[in-house]
């Protein structure tokens, strides 16, 4: 079946994207390059570990400071994918296959990548081991391994996958499972779900409830469809401007939202979600469901939940206004796997990248870091196939925004902006080092209103 992108493709819409699909050609043209060949050896200046947004950041930004020759990163994936866009591809209005590109493609020329899962990491003696049974050593190191997924900690899961009704846009493995269950819907409870653990894009639980009630509507099946956001937490939102925002939303589409519910278990082949009160420890609610959206637990990386670069609960232990480590000084962390204090996006690695690569400036001519980085974050939430709330904001969860007019209300712009430009400026931009977040736009747009 067609995807629903038709929905967001007026005039405008259509002009927007195609504007950006020429400028990414004429920057892929200009950025073509042949790769080094060179034998991986076993000491980089700058060793990078994962091929994430933030490694592959950290890593072009590094390479301009200290040569490409110089600088390597460790990464077992073959596909690096750009995430955010799952939520539009768990509700039928982007593809799947535009959310990935060959890892190779994405290294900075000339890096090396290493083709490993790091399994040990000795800050002590400046090295790390994989699992070909490599070590190498390093003079910095920048821990970028992002967050691990635990769908195995709910009864029933991941096995429950292989059921119909039942998908989760936080995998490349079921994101499409998503789409094909609110395609198969007719009536009934549709659930969605928040864990009772740190996620990376915690508004993304419910990006998609809205645009299954707007895809409801569009198809006739609203009236049929109990829409229910099931939440581990104790409010929609944590910060309060775009709360009050999401509560009016909420009211006027008759979503039902339960707080302190934490999903346990999924009877899959029953078509039922068992939730325990948080509140009342022990007490169990079954819930049947036509459809059920699943974002899973997370944690950190097995391979720092035991490293001596872990905090108690498992993160990398990081200085949250310069992100380098509090016991090593030639270790740094960027991104999900850290404990900074804000939301794990894409949007906040994007501003680290900036942060970081300022700070590891400073420490290799042994000054000390001055930039500071002050929690910056944001999430894009989509509220509809053609309307965005742009919620940005700092460590204190107050609104940090970049342009100069009300971001709680819905808006076309600000979903172009997440569903076209956004990815065009990750790709080209981010992943090649020259992105560091909308701290400059801000700046403008403030001096300009001032």
Known sequence: MTPLAAVASGPRAQLFACSLRLGTQQISLLQLHTRSSLAAKNHYEVLVLGGGSGGISMAARMKRRVGAENVAIVEPSERHFYQPIWTLVGAGAKQLSASGRPTASVIPS?????????????????????????????????????????YE??????????HPKIGSNYSVKTVEKTWKALQDFKEGNAIFTFPNTPVKCAGAPQKIMYLSE?????????????????????TIFGVKKYAAALQEIIQERNLTVNYKQNLIEVRADRQEAVFENLDKPGETQVISYEMLHVTPPMSSPDVLKTSPVADAAGWVDVDKETLQHKKYPNVF???DCTNLPTSKTAAAVAAQSGILDRTISLIMKNQKPMKKY???????????????????????????????????????TMYLMKADLMPFLYWNMMLRGYWGGPAFLRKVFHLGMS
């Open 214 to 234: 707007a895809y409801f509507q569009k198809t006739g099946k609203r009236s049929k469809a109990n829409i229910i956001f099931n939440t581990s937490l104790g």
């Open 333 to 335: 962390g960027i991104g």
């Open 110 to 150: 000339g890096v090396e990548w290493i083709k490993a899962r790091v399994v040990e990491l000795n800050p002590d003696k400046n090295c790390v081991h994989t699992d070909s049974g490599k070590e190498i050593s390093y003079k910095y190191l920048i821990i970028a391994l992002g967050i691990q997924l635990d």
């Open 374 to 412: 002050d929690g910056y974050t944001s999430c894009p939430l989509v509220t509809g196939y053609n309307r965005v709330i742009l919620a940005e904001f700092d460590y204190n969860a107050q609104p940090l925004e970049t342009f100069p007019f009300d971001q709680s209300r819905e808006r076309l």
């Open 153 to 162: 900690k709910i009864k029933g899961l991941p096995e429950g996958f292989d």
